[in-house]
Nanobody, 124 residues
Framework: QVQLVESGGALVQAGGSLRLSCAAS????????MGWFRQAPGKERAFVAA????????YYADSVKGRFTISRDNAKNTLYLQMNSLKPEDTAVYYC?????????????????WGQGTQVTCSS
């Protein structure tokens, strides 16, 4: 089992920045690739970003590329999502998730463990 707890969500104005954190406990954090997904009201959960076990490979949804940065600190068992130039359409609940199957990093069902989510609201 891997337990994941997100934090850092907040209300922010358009153009602002936030950094989300995801603290992991349980099994060895560095054994897992990690991802961030988001779900806006009335929409399906969508891929945001993913990172492999050592941070050497990262992937982003086109909608956040150049604005968001995913990173991890295996010594601290923590995943991060730095979000810059936020837009109202970034408003959603953000979830971190863990997977042993990085080949399908964009596919939510490939992730075995999920956090409870943190709310990000961007006002215009």
């Amino acid at each position: 089992q891997v337990q994941l707890v997100e934090s850092g969500g907040a209300l922010v104005q358009a153009g602002g920045s936030l950094r989300l954190s995801c603290a992991a406990s349980g099994r060895t954090f560095s054994n897992y690739a990690m991802g961030w997904f988001r779900q806006a009201p009335g929409k399906e959960r969508a891929f945001v970003a993913a990172i492999n076990w050592n941070g050497g490979s990262t992937y982003y949804a086109d909608s956040v590329k150049g604005r968001f940065t995913i990173s991890r600190d295996n010594a601290k068992n923590t995943l991060y999502l730095q979000m810059n130039s936020l837009k109202p359409e970034d408003t959603a609940v953000y979830y971190c998730a863990a997977t042993r199957n990085f080949d399908r990093y964009y596919y939510a069902p490939a992730y075995s463990y999920w956090g409870q989510g943190t709310q990000v609201t961007c006002s215009s």
